[in-house]
């Protein structure tokens, strides 16, 4: 064959293409109705009922629209069944101020990239740009850690105390304006440290930094509330109120669960990630060297076995997932079969691994795993998926994912350490292993 697709080549393949009259078929159905109206297995779905035989409250759903929260939101799923029993109040009728973590965690990355460039050996921008120090600095995305070293510093507060205002259901505006600010910021202290200012004046010049980042959190987002009267009426109509309480006595008062007991469960099969062993992802953080993104790598075998004792025990369970391939919103339904893509094009398609080590697939999204069903044999089969997107799609907002489709494309779990058996906890010992930021996990 030429190095060139020829002329020649291209009547060849329409020879082909044309010599089976299905092909035609098939294109008529895919540039009439779109690739997955005309692929759909109807089957499937009809297969994947919403019926679960463990399966937890429902409660308020969070719709975080045009942000990048979902992690937020999946913690505060996470906790809010706890804080709702503890507060006897009814589960549908309870929420917590995502906007509220948000201004911390936006606040709390500023300090920790301003801290990476103040303590950085090598200020050249080639070191620079190869590390990603910078590139997703103060990115809105976030992980299990950083929600949790949030919680733990600066407490919680009912979503009415400090609720979603027009900025923080989008994300392009504050995100890219903050972006830049915080980002000139760092080439100002890079010019500084070239021209040996000491640590001492460094920080005072971050601090300013800092007083300049939080007037303008504030004035996006709403200045956070440190202590609030907080009012509300319990499940027996009793009217209840706690005077001039702070975020973190709400927090201490009525969250039994501790968010340190929790560990990151990650399923990652790459070339260069073994399974039982802890991995740690460079520079990333909110609170400067108390928020690292780690994982222990398990199988995922292992990882749906700890998810079913946690969910037996009315535990949600926070996951990271691919969420973009097999799903089909209107009926809710996650499954890697529900498009029949093989038998339409003939080619198979990759495998977890190959997805991992090509960087097809990563954990670009957090929900809640809030139910499942299993077989006499307590084999899984299908799982409830609590979203944060509202209730106009999916079943009243809820996936129903297929058991495939956990294999495939569930990358991380959070678990509760009392679920791990002895030899996973001992795993926990280990020193972690550093991998890039250009890792997709």
């Not at 692929?39 to 779905?45: E, L, Q, S, T, V």
């Not at 500084?192 to 920080?203: C, D, P």
């Amino acid at each position: 064959m030429e190095k060139q697709i020829t002329l020649d080549l291209i009547n060849n393949f329409s020879k082909s293409y044309n010599n089976n009259s299905i092909n035609k078929i098939i294109e008529n159905a895919i540039t009439e109705n779109g690739l997955e109206k005309s692929c759909i297995d109807r089957r499937i779905i009809e297969e994947n009922q919403p019926i679960f035989n463990i399966e937890l409250p429902d409660g308020k759903r969070y719709d975080q629209k045009d942000n990048y929260r979902c992690w937020i939101y999946c913690g505060l799923n996470t906790i809010q069944y706890d804080m709702a029993k503890n507060l006897n109040i009814d589960l549908k009728e309870f929420s917590l101020s995502n906007n509220y973590i948000a201004f911390f965690d936006k606040l709390e990355k500023s300090n920790n990239v301003y801290e990476n460039v103040i303590n950085l050996e090598n200020t050249d921008w080639e070191y620079i740009d190869k590390e990603d120090i910078l590139q997703y600095c103060v990115n809105e995305g976030g992980h299990w850690q950083w929600f949790v070293s949030i919680v733990n510093k600066y407490g919680l507060i009912p979503y009415e105390y400090m609720p979603d205002v027009f900025e923080s259901l989008r994300v392009q505006n504050i995100t890219g304006l903050f972006t830049d600010k915080v980002k000139k910021d760092c080439i100002k202290l890079l010019n500084a440290k070239n021209i040996n200012t000491s640590i001492n004046e460094l920080r005072k010049i971050k601090e300013k930094f800092l007083e300049e980042n939080y007037i303008f959190l504030s004035k996006i987002l709403g200045e956070p509330k440190m202590k609030f009267d907080y009012e509300y009426k319990d499940k027996d109509s009793n009217y209840i109120k706690y005077e001039n309480i702070t975020p973190c006595e709400f927090r201490d008062k009525f969250l039994s669960i501790n968010l340190d007991d929790f560990v990151s469960l990650g399923d990652i099969p790459m070339y260069n990630k073994e399974y039982y062993k802890i991995y740690r992802e460079k520079y990333l953080g909110n609170v400067y060297q108390n928020s690292y993104v780690e994982f222990l790598n398990l199988p995922i075998n292992e990882i749906k076995e700890l998810a079913i004792k946690q969910l037996k025990d009315n535990m949600p369970v926070y996951i990271r997932i691919n969420l973009r391939k097999f799903r089909d919103k209107r009926s809710g339904v996650l499954d890697t079969r529900i498009y029949n893509y093989k038998d339409t094009f003939g080619f198979d398609l990759l495998t977890k691994e190959e997805a991992m080590n090509t960087h097809d697939i990563y954990p670009h999204h957090c929900m809640s795993l809030c139910g499942v069903n299993l077989l006499d044999n307590n084999k899984p089969q299908r799982w409830k998926i609590e979203d944060s997107y509202g209730t106009s799609e999916k079943v009243n907002g809820y996936y129903v994912m297929n058991d495939n489709y956990f294999d495939e494309f569930v990358l991380q779990a959070i678990i509760n350490k009392k679920y791990l058996s002895k030899e996973q906890l001992e795993l926990l010992n280990q020193e972690a292993v550093e991998f890039e930021i250009k890792d997709p996990f």
